[in-house]
């Protein structure tokens, strides 16, 4: 599977940005999903996740109650509503699947290319 994450972009703080990661292939159905971000000078960290049937999902702390993971099976597409966004919120931003539940672990087999998200003061 190959994924292209899109959606990114410069934001005043306060401001909301919705990135997508749109997946090849006829499978993306059987793959767990997360997102994950790296800020400069940072490792990477884990932001949010979601299960194949889109019934169980999760973020991390720093982002709860203001990021919203979703996916959409039929249009091989997965999505990161991030709204009151924070300078510490500018990271590249990264979606990844796996067959396997991975969780915050970043051992997932497939990753997109990044969008990166840059959030000013």
């Known amino acids: 599977v190959q994924l292209v994450a899109s959606g990114g972009g410069l934001v005043q703080a306060g401001g909301s940005l919705r990135l997508s990661c749109a997946a090849s292939?006829?499978?993306?159905?059987?793959?767990?999903m997360a997102w994950f971000r790296q800020a400069p000078g940072k490792e990477r960290e884990f932001v949010a996740a979601i299960n194949r049937k889109a019934n169980n999902a999760y973020t991390a702390d720093s982002v709860k109650g203001r990021f919203t993971i979703s996916r959409d099976n039929a249009e091989k597409t997965g999505y990161l509503q991030m709204n009151s966004l924070t300078p510490e919120d500018t990271a590249l931003y990264y979606c990844a699947v796996d067959h396997a539940a991975r969780g915050r672990r970043g051992e997932y087999d497939y990753w997109g290319q990044g969008t990166q998200v840059t959030v000013s003061s």
């Open positions: 292939g006829r499978t993306f159905s059987s793959y767990e």
